[in-house]
């Protein structure tokens, strides 16, 4: 997969890291490219990850498969 000029592999997130959506989320307002952090690593391969906008202020907290994101 490449993206923004570099190429970008999956790799089983740690919590605390820095993932980016590979496809926008309409009904939650998250765009392709959104930065979110993984704040809870869910049984089956499921992630809590928070998206946060410039201020810190939580714009959205999504339960997300491995296939959802990237690690950053």
């Not at 190429?7 to 890291?17: A, Y």
């Not at 392709?32 to 906008?53: A, I, P, Q, Y």
């Amino acid at each position: 997969m490449r993206e923004s000029g570099r190429l970008k592999t999956r790799s089983v997130p740690k919590l605390l890291d820095v993932v980016e959506l590979v496809a926008a989320r309409p009904e939650t307002g998250l765009k392709k490219g959104s930065l979110g952090t993984v704040v809870e690593n869910l049984t089956g391969g499921f992630f809590l990850v928070e998206f946060c906008d410039d201020d810190g202020r939580t714009l959205s907290v999504e339960t997300l498969s491995i296939g959802d994101f990237v690690v950053r």
